[in-house]
């Protein structure tokens, strides 16, 4: 296969990036001097895509919430009865996965015998394994995991915000699913998905490191056979533009209070700098609204309605969107009112937003101090058709007026919903 | 990844651990105090106030709008636990002036920052005194938000009661309330400034002019004892604790605290990284493949090492009617260890992935920064390769000889209603 060499001369960094002929997209990015190398083998699929008409059907099919997250769990189970995991053991790679509202992604990481970890991470994610035991057996182990967030107190603050937001958009869905929903996973349903998800047309092979282009292509030639298929229609409901409730509260056995207030974003359907773009201005405007130098942020700070814990982001993607914000209080109700009093009367002004842009430019460069933090940024970043390499020139192009549109269009209290986490 | 040191003066020391393969460059100050009840607390106290403001910014609003527009340069403060001792430290990681706009000097900058912030405060304002105590009282009281650590920290007070590690790092509620900005500002001119203190900086700097900015910063320093803290390896056990507590929670969380009686400066400390490894520390582990893939009774079964102390944690989160199913299972791997039941395969898996993971230290600054932070304080200047080749020269017949010196101290479990 043949790589593109793209070389952007402020960040001193290249990447290769090649598509295979199974339709696979592979891309090398190579790190002098680290001891890790990293490959991410991604599926663009998540929590999300609960509802699709797969290639080659016509009628749609439905599945239970977290199936995305237990077929990420099974696939480690191999054919021969062992594990994954067994083979990674024999090189001493760290191996992993994860799966987010639109993403599954299986990792390693390894400081020796890249190549040989690579045909195992290739080889394992091609060949399913799904038994009635084994899945059942799966039940157990998540239904431990579900058990485990139900009791983090950061997590179901944020899930519930989520549910403030949305009201049928399955973002508002935990990853992992409900213990009532996993129960009805069976091995059939995990194939079905498997075969409609996990096509090369629909993954990418990210590597990061001590990498050569040749042989990765090497091993994607012996172990990526499929041929590309259709495309995957997903179905989304028609979400309203209102929020779902303005207040969602949970009591939890925490020491103070937790809250999130989210603006859902409603300008969506935008990929690419259009969308990176969007989501720069937003980043900024975040920073100058609350960020820590923020008359905002200051003055609950001092009255002791936020502490260290509070944070700020936004979340993008072509179908859904917000800004949040939160942290523990002592007084969530007062901290909410005092964050959207402060977020109308602020003036936007230019030397606050070149500083914050400098900022965020700080922010971008020490994320390539981390193999698989800078992978798995660019990972999530190429399914939503993003180039990092744009990064900069974008954030040096971005003006105050486009952070003031922004401001009008996202920061009211129409489209603001809060979640609270109070102790039991 | 090496590393370089020079006493700057009496009782302070510069490390350069010099690579080009961050976009950033990261310097971190440490010093070091024992653990006692007696100072746990302000110690904690003062790593919170001297991030809020300093003689060259007096204002926290100021100071944080000079570290955005230093590319957001990010500066860390805190307390950790290592052993008996209290390490206070502070970290500024700013960008490599190469990938900005040379016209600003980011280095020159944070180093007066360094200088005003950690070794010229000329006194603390009251109400930003106040203000961390409340915040650290919250701090304290919501480390039972993330209940898998808590357990763990639990577990550890309760094995460690009568040691110094068993005080809180963050240090004690009751003691917040009777300190005032005087009485801080006398502990950091009069015990913290005159404390043993580390200087790290990792990255790509011009070393030699840092070297001499950092002497000038210091000119006026004297510290008094140039000793770390010492660390007590308890060898001698009494009765098992068994202590149960109850929270109004979802999943139990189960903790098992074990002496391994093995310090990091031990012959045998390969050996007990490798027994880790094998009996709890990743998916090719006794624990995993037993708590969770064989019984289903997990999703996270697993322990962890603190190599300060020699003592070992057993982590793992199951039903509450699953009690006495985990504790078993957990119990007889524990033996099985002892009784030599290794195999080749989980041997070589747990050398393999044990140098995986040290190896892989040396792509983070923090980690590094601590990793031989630790090496200083123990005594034990082993780089990365030296410990590696140690490791892959471990055999079976030491591991089991560490096994067979392993107890269990503790039996904690945090339940629900």
Known sequence: ?424 | MSIQSVEIKNGVKLHYLHTKKFKTNSLGVYFHRPMQKSEATINALLSNVIKRGCPLFPRTKELARQLEALYGSKVVSGVRKKGDSQVIYINFEFVNENYVLKSQPVMENILDLVKSMVFAQEGFLKEYVSQEKENLKQLIMAQMNDKRAYAAQRCVEIMCKQEPYGICELGFIDDVDGINEGDLFEHYKNVVLKSPVDIFITGDVDIFWVEQKIKEMLEYIEVKSVKYPETVIIKDIGEIKNVTETQNIAQGKLSLGFRTKTASWDEKYPALLIYNAVFGGGPFSKLFNNVREKLSLAYYASSRLDMFKGVMIVNSGIEVANFQKAYDEIMTQFKAMANGDITDEEMSAAVLSTVNNIRSMTDSAMVMEDYWLGRLITGTALDIDELISMLKRVTKQQVIEVAQNVDLDTVYFLKGV
């Open chain 1, 1 to 424: 296969m043949e790589f593109e060499k793209i070389y952007n001369k402020k960040l001193n960094e290249t990447l290769y990036k090649g598509r295979h002929k199974s339709g696979l997209m592979v891309y090398v990015l190579p790190k002098q001097g680290f001891s890790k190398s990293y490959a991410s083998f991604a599926a663009r699929v998540g929590s999300i895509d609960n509802e699709f008409i797969a290639p080659g059907d016509t009628e749609p099919t439905k599945i239970p919430d977290g199936v995305a997250h237990f077929l990420e769990h099974k696939m480690f189970e191999q054919p021969d009865g062992t594990n994954s995991f067994d083979s990674f053991s024999k090189t001493g790679a760290s191996a992993n996965a994860y799966t987010s509202f639109t993403t599954t992604a299986y990792i390693f990481s390894s400081t020796d015998r890249f190549y040989e970890n690579l045909e195992i991470l290739l080889d394992y994610v091609e060949k399913p394994h799904f038994t009635d035991e084994n899945v059942a057996k799966e039940q157990g182990i998540i239904g431990q995991e579900i058990r485990m967030y139900d009791d983090d107190p950061n997590w179901r603050v944020f899930f519930n915000l989520l549910t403030a937001l949305y009201e049928k958009h399955p973002v508002r869905n935990d990853i992992a699913g409900t213990v009532e929903s996993i129960a009805k996973i069976d091995k059939d349903l995990l194939y079905k998905c498997y075969h409609s998800f996990y096509n090369p047309s629909n993954m990418i092979l990210f590597t990061c490191g001590d990498v050569e282009c040749d042989k990765v292509a090497q091993v994607v030639d012996k172990y990526v056979t499929n041929a590309p298929l259709g495309e995957i229609k997903r179905i989304f409901p028609n979400e309203p533009e209102n929020v779902n409730k303005k207040l969602v509260e949970q009591k939890l056995s925490v020491a103070n209070p937790l809250f999130m207030i989210g603006f859902k974003d409603n300008d969506l359907g935008k990929t690419g700098s259009e969308m990176m773009r969007k989501i720069i201005v937003t980043e900024i405007l975040n920073r100058m609204l609350v960020g820590k130098s923020s008359k905002t942020y200051n003055s609950l700070y001092e009255k002791g309605l936020i502490n260290d814990s509070f944070f700020f982001e936004y979340s993008c993607e072509a179908d859904y969107a917000f800004a949040a914000m939160g942290g523990e209080s002592t007084d969530p109700n007062a901290a909410k009112e005092e964050i959207l009093e402060g977020i109308k009367k602020a003036e936007l002004l230019e030397e606050d937003f070149l500083r914050c842009k400098k900022s965020l430019i700080g922010r971008f460069l020490r994320m390539f101090n981390s193999v698989e933090g800078l992978s798995n940024v660019f990972v999530s970043s190429i399914f939503q058709g993003m180039d990092m390499f744009e990064y900069l020139d974008i954030c040096e192009s971005v003006t105050l007026e486009e952070a003031r549109l922004r401001k009008e269009y996202l920061f009211r209290e129409e489209n603001c919903a809060m979640s609270i986490v109070w102790p039991n």
